[in-house]
């Protein structure tokens, strides 16, 4: 956790392209993952963990956006 915040204060200030310079690509994140329910969890660890926008999950998955936002919901209620 210490490790964790000494990087993330480390980038503050700096710009979106350093910020996320060492976030995973959406390839990486969606590898193989063919279901609805491992796809829904890869689009919110997208968006939530590696800060991807809805637009970006959805132009990569060739999805509307609003899809994207509903996934993300579902598994946010899931997870409460």
């Not at 503050?12 to 060492?22: K, M, S």
């Not at 968006?47 to 509307?64: C, D, K, V, W």
């Amino acid at each position: 956790l210490f490790l964790l915040l000494l990087i993330l204060a480390r980038l503050v200030g700096r710009g979106q392209q350093q910020r996320f310079a060492l976030r995973l690509t959406l390839a990486e994140i969606f590898g193989d993952r063919k279901s609805k329910r491992k796809r829904d969890e890869a689009i919110y660890e997208s968006h939530t963990a590696h800060g991807y926008s809805q637009s970006e999950i959805a132009s990569f998955l060739n999805i509307h956006y609003t899809t994207v936002s509903r996934a993300i919901r579902r598994i946010r209620m899931a997870r409460m």
